[in-house]
């Protein structure tokens, strides 16, 4: 497939680099211009374009950006094709983007995102700290395979980026349309606790829409107290601990 990766940061350049590995033509681009997209995302064999090159004739585009900021490509967008998918793996953490009203009233956060570009997107990826992305994918039927959930109101569209995922080292899980990714925001028991396929399903069936946002920013605090950066194995036990 021809895929697109805006972003090349911890998860854009390594989707970039996993997915050129898998087969796919993956193009990388960011709002500085390819002489920015950094030599070890591209060493897999992707290639740095323009932006504007970028997201014309391709079959995905996957935004790696940092959330709120996906307005600022709906210009860009408006000359994207319908049927091209386009992916967000972002999540919404006010300490970082600052409050967005609307958001904090509730509205699901690809919902939002996909108001602000102008056409629908798929939830992927999000689910998944960037230290488990970039170490623990693992060949389809290795025991113990952690899932990643995709949510997307066109079948089409989650079928696609949910083989995506598998390309990518881990068990892709259906999580329905976008009005149900709240279930795989930050705060909820299935984010970032790298679960197999059956612990998913339970986790995202006993999420707690009005409690997730306590927990995300009681969890910020947490990470905020620590002297140097938590290992991987620490965030992700700290995250599951939240719903113990």
Same mark, same amino acid.
């Given at each position: 497939?021809?895929?697109?990766?805006?972003?090349?940061?911890?998860?854009?350049?390594?989707?970039?680099?996993?997915?050129?590995?898998?087969?796919?033509? +993956?193009?990388? &681009?960011?709002?500085?211009?390819?002489?920015?997209?950094? &030599?070890?995302?591209?060493?897999?064999?992707?290639?740095?374009?323009?932006?504007?090159?970028?997201?014309?004739?391709?079959?995905?585009?996957?935004?790696?950006?940092?959330?709120?900021?996906?307005?600022?490509?709906?210009?860009?967008?408006?000359?994207?094709?319908?049927?091209?998918?386009?992916?967000?793996?972002?999540?919404?953490?006010?300490?970082?983007?600052?409050?967005?009203? &609307?958001?904090?009233?509730?509205?699901?956060?690809?919902?939002?995102?996909?108001?602000?570009?102008?056409?629908?997107?798929?939830?992927?990826?999000?689910?998944?700290?960037?230290?488990?992305?970039?170490?623990?994918?693992?060949?389809?039927?290795?025991?113990?395979?952690?899932?990643?959930?995709?949510?997307?109101?066109?079948?089409?569209?989650?079928? +696609?980026?949910?083989?995506?995922?598998?390309?990518?080292?881990?068990?892709?899980?259906? &999580?329905?349309?976008?009005?149900?990714?709240?279930?795989?925001?930050?705060?909820?028991?299935?984010?970032?606790?790298?679960?197999?396929?059956?612990?998913?399903?339970?986790?995202?069936?006993?999420?707690?829409?009005?409690?997730?946002?306590?927990?995300?920013?009681?969890?910020?605090?947490?990470?905020?107290?620590?002297?140097?950066?938590?290992?991987?194995?620490?965030?992700?036990?700290?995250?599951?601990?939240?719903?113990?």
């Amino acid at each position: 497939m021809k895929l697109t990766v805006i972003g090349a940061g911890a998860i854009g350049g390594n989707l970039a680099r996993k997915l050129t590995t898998a087969g796919h033509d +993956v193009l990388v &681009a960011g709002a500085r211009g390819p002489e920015a997209v950094p &030599a070890e995302v591209l060493e897999s064999g992707a290639r740095a374009a323009d932006l504007a090159d970028a997201v014309q004739g391709r079959d995905v585009i996957i935004l790696s950006i940092p959330f709120g900021r996906a307005g600022e490509l709906a210009g860009l967008f408006a000359a994207v094709p319908a049927e091209t998918v386009v992916i967000d793996t972002s999540n919404y953490y006010p300490q970082l983007s600052g409050n967005i009203d &609307a958001v904090d009233h509730g509205q699901v956060e690809s919902l939002w995102n996909a108001e602000q570009l102008g056409r629908p997107v798929v939830k992927a990826w999000n689910a998944a700290l960037a230290g488990t992305q970039q170490t623990k994918g693992v060949p389809a039927g290795t025991p113990g395979r952690i899932a990643i959930p995709v949510a997307a109101d066109s079948a089409e569209a989650r079928r +696609v980026a949910m083989g995506l995922v598998e390309d990518t080292g881990f068990d892709a899980f259906d &999580a329905g349309t976008l009005a149900d990714s709240w279930r795989q925001q930050p705060g909820t028991p299935a984010y970032c606790t790298e679960l197999d396929l059956r612990e998913l399903e339970a986790a995202l069936a006993a999420a707690d829409r009005d409690k997730a946002p306590g927990t995300r920013d009681r969890l910020m605090e947490r990470f905020a107290d620590f002297a140097s950066a938590p290992a991987l194995e620490e965030i992700v036990e700290m995250n599951r601990s939240a719903h113990r």
